[in-house]
Every structure is written in C-alpha cells, then in structure tokens.
C-alpha cells in the first residue's frame, strides 16, 4: 500500500551536513507516522527520529541525534526529509526510511513499511 525510496546519501567530512529524502507513494499518507532509522555495519538497526501522522505534530528524536538532525515531512510532495548537521563519522550508517499508521514510536517492529536505505559515510 505505501512505497518509500530513499536518496541523497553520500560520503560528507565530519562537521558536515546532508538531507535525506524519502519519497511515499500510496494512499493516505498524511495518516502515517515516519521514521528514520539507521544500521551500522554490525550493529543492530537503530532508532533516529520520527515525525506523527501530520505537520505540527510531536517529533521524537534518539539522544545521539538530538540537536543536530530534524525531520520534516512535505505532504504535497509525499516526501519526508531527514536534515543531518554536524555530522560525525559514528553516524556512518545505512538509512532507511519507515511507516506506521498515525503514531510515532521508536520500535522498529513497529513499522509496516520500509524503505531500501540509502547509506550516509561520514569520513573524519
């Protein structure tokens, strides 16, 4: 019912930044929460943050990224973006884009639909 695609990764100095975009296709997106998490080589995919079922609505953010990443979501372009500042080379991870119906979580299983990644390297 819903497709995402993410894109805009790519390879950024440490103290850079990068937007990621991930495109929804499908009916009603408006009413689904998104997420992004990321999956370092050997680690378990993780938490980064969420955004609820419409603009304005409450965000949720992991620690590590709080105060240098920010979701947003355009809805006439059925796109969610997740801007990256001050990047660090521990955020180097491959970054998915993810939906569930109206509210957000930090649960991964929680998700219904998941995009393919698309893979962020931060060099120092």
């Known amino acids: 019912q819903v497709q995402l695609v993410e894109s805009g990764g790519g390879l950024v100095q440490a103290g850079g930044s990068l937007r990621l975009s991930c495109a929804a296709s499908?009916?009603?997106?408006?009413?689904?929460?998104m997420a992004w998490f990321r999956q370092a080589p050997g680690k378990e995919r993780e938490f980064v943050c969420a955004i609820n079922r419409w603009i304005g609505s409450n965000t949720l953010y992991a620690d590590s990224v709080k105060g240098r990443f920010s979701i947003s979501r355009d809805i006439a372009k059925d796109t969610i973006y997740l801007q990256m500042n001050s990047l660090k080379p521990e955020d180097t991870a491959l970054y998915y884009c993810a939906a569930r119906p109206y509210v957000a979580t930090t649960d991964r299983a929680s998700y219904d639909y998941w995009g393919q990644g698309t893979q962020v390297t931060v060099s120092s």
């Open positions: 499908g009916r009603a997106f408006s009413t689904y929460a």
